[in-house]
């Protein structure tokens, strides 16, 4: 089992900015503190090849935010201010994501301790995401990889409308997305599945569709499974609005890498939301996703 992290690129936000950015190194740190992973499963995130974000992003997208040459308007949907270590931060979390797929298919599991950046569009970024990680890896896999069938399990609390808008009627990729209803993205892109949820859904409801759900993601019989594990469903994150516990997300977890490890299934994870203050909660649960995985894949 191993990790990709990229927090030596921390971008310089305005002072009571809503985004944890320092949750990155916190998780990374808190990892090997609690003796989850040792300091050689962690290893440092590549930066995507730009030619592979031209599979599936807008190339004057792409251009412009290498360059720094986003109009205003565009740059302030995104929700971070443009800095020459933007474009590297956001190249680094898509590549991190790319090596995990990678090792994941050799191995059957991999993280990326960011990413997960669904809100992102062919030629638009949204909801402080850049590039769509899972999109740029659904492209490469399929024409670098040999891989003809994806599934995509998305359950940060968010649905993923940059996921639906950029893969959605692919052939070969299935997209599941299970969300909060009342919660941004206000305009919803469907997904092959999606879940909406009512505001305050604790584990019981939340864990029964769930395992209702799954199953239907593996009939897709998929050769590889990127699983966005954002933590914002939790009873006290900013953003959430739903009211899992801890253990109800780590049951979530459970069913998830369990059904993968059972089926021979390769799962990649990525990061996702998490926006508890303090971020503790939200690092909590993380290092419970990667509780979940060290039983299930360091055997
Ligand atoms: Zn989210």
Redesign the pocket.
């Given at each position: 089992m191993r990790v990709y992290q990229s927090d030596q690129y921390t971008l310089p936000l305005p002072e009571n900015h809503r985004f944890p950015m320092q949750k990155y190194r916190i998780l990374k740190e808190e990892l090997v503190k609690q003796q989850i992973l040792t300091v050689d499963q962690i290893f440092e995130a590549p930066l995507i090849e730009i030619e592979d974000l031209y599979l599936a992003h807008d190339k004057q997208y792409v251009d412009h935010i290498i360059n720094g040459t986003l109009d205003a308007k565009e740059q302030r949907k995104i929700g971070f201010p443009w800095s020459p270590i933007m474009p590297l931060r956001s190249r680094a979390s898509v590549g991190g994501f790319m090596a995990a797929c990678r090792y994941a298919l050799e191995n059957g599991f991999a993280g990326n301790l960011s990413g997960g950046t669904h809100h992102a569009h062919r030629a638009h970024g949204g909801g402080f995401c850049v590039f769509n990680d899972f999109a740029v890896a659904a492209y490469v896999l399929k024409q670098k990889h040999k891989i003809t069938q994806l599934a995509i399990v998305d359950l940060?609390?968010?649905q993923g409308d940059g996921n639906a808008s950029m893969l959605q009627g692919s052939q070969g990729i299935f997209i599941f997305s299970m969300h909060g209803e009342k919660n941004y993205p206000f305009k919803k892109i469907n997904s092959d599945l999606d879940i909406a949820l009512p505001n305050q859904c604790q584990d019981d409801e939340y864990l029964t569709k769930l395992s209702d759900a799954l199953p239907k993601v593996i009939a897709t019989r998929p050769q590889i499974i990127l699983f966005q594990a954002?933590v914002?469903p939790l009873f006290s994150d900013k953003?959430g609005h739903l009211a899992l516990s801890f253990e109800g997300l780590k049951q979530r977890d459970q069913l998830v890498l369990g059904l993968c490890k059972e089926y021979g299934i390769p799962v990649a994870i990525a990061m996702?939301?998490g926006y508890a203050e303090p971020i503790d909660d939200s690092i909590k649960a993380h290092l419970n996703t990667y509780i979940v995985a060290k039983e299930l894949y360091s055997k």
């Open positions: 940060d609390v968010h954002g914002d953003l996702g939301g």
